[in-house]
């Protein structure tokens, strides 16, 4: 029987974690007291009550006003610290993580405050034994305009930042909408990954772009991929990992996508288990194994596997995968 001792003491790479969704509620009303910013509620209890959604849309309108507390390089390093101690008591070896400085930047926060303040974490992250890293990504609800010019600003960060990705609504905003973003990313050699979230409307042609015509590396959720065999076999062949957060798709559909999860195994496509918002979502990385094993009565065998495709699909060098399995 799978223990929480078990998933715990795994060793795990996190690549599907948005730092913003890391934004406890006892934390959000601390940076709040710290920085006079007035969220209408004076208790951690409160702020809990307001965690509350039931599909991507919903959740993203409790998500980006609770950023209104992240103002200065402090607190974004602050933030990054506070998950970067969880990550390291659940034994988080590896971790690529999240960050929307255009959530901060349309809000006249300075790119270099976020970017700042978070790699700075970063590098402290060292101590606590976990190799962490930033990935940086557009909001895709946001003009390419506005994603041109946020490229820019980053690529004068170049080194502190291992990739890019996308995120936000997905709603008739598919992975083309970037593709010159993504171009130019891969050219300054960035890495590529995007959002696919789980059931939307046109997420077959959503993976379809991101694959055959973006030359991503990874899907973030992307489990609708089972739909299409021809991809399936593409993402096989071509070691494209998927990164699936169990416990946050089940704020979007009735359940974790388990079936998908085990069919991919099966096939031999690199998927992997990562928390996405664990603030939001009621846990962190090891509780996301946990609950799908025990959903889905994996095996060991299959809990070790999925640990060993998120080293396996990291964005690290065949000598530093070795180190940890
Ligand atoms: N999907 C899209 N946008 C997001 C997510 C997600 O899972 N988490 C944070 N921003
Ligand atoms: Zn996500």
């Known amino acids: 029987n799978i223990t929480t001792k078990f998933t715990q003491g795994l060793p795990k790479a996190e690549l599907h974690l948005h730092i913003e969704g890391t934004l406890e509620p006892a934390l959000k009303l601390k940076l709040a007291q710290r920085n006079h910013v007035d969220i209408g509620q004076t208790t ?58 255009q959530a901060h930047t349309s809000r006249g926060i300075d790119f270099a405050t976020v970017i700042n303040g978070l790699y700075q974490a970063t590098v402290d992250a060292r101590a606590l034994n976990i190799d962490a890293h930033l990935i940086m990504c557009f909001l895709r609800d946001f003009s390419k305009e506005s994603a041109r010019k946020t490229l820019a600003e980053a690529l004068q960060y170049k080194d502190k930042i291992i990739g890019i990705g996308l995120d936000s609504d997905e709603h008739n905003n598919p992975p083309l909408k970037f593709a010159r973003q993504f171009e130019d990313a891969a050219a300054a050699g960035l890495h590529l990954t995007t959002h696919c979230d789980i059931d939307q409307k046109d997420s077959i042609e959503h993976i379809r772009q991101a694959l055959e015509i973006m030359g991503v590396e990874r899907l973030d959720h992307g489990t609708n991929i089972v739909e299409d065999p021809d991809l399936v076999a593409f993402a096989a062949k071509n070691h494209i990992g998927l990164t699936s957060c169990p416990l946050s798709n ?76």
């Open 44 to 101: 951690i209890a409160e702020v809990q009550k307001t965690y509350e959604y039931h599909d991507l849309a919903s959740f993203l309108a409790v998500y980006y006003p609770a950023m209104n507390v992240l103002q200065t390089e402090e607190d974004f390093y602050d933030l990054a610290m506070a998950y970067l101690h969880r990550a390291a008591a659940n034994n988080v070896r590896h971790a690529e993580i999240f960050f929307d400085p």
């Open 250 to 325: 089940t704020f979007v559909t009735p359940e974790m996508k388990g079936k998908e999860v085990i069919e991919l195994l099966n096939k031999n496509v690199p998927v992997s288990i990562h928390s996405d918002d664990p603030a939001y979502f009621g846990g962190y990385i090891s509780d996301n194994y946990y609950a799908l094993a025990q959903q889905f009565n994996l095996t060991v065998e299959q809990i070790v596997q999925l640990a060993r495709n998120s080293f396996a699909t990291a964005w690290i060098s065949p000598e530093q995968k070795q180190l940890y399995f």
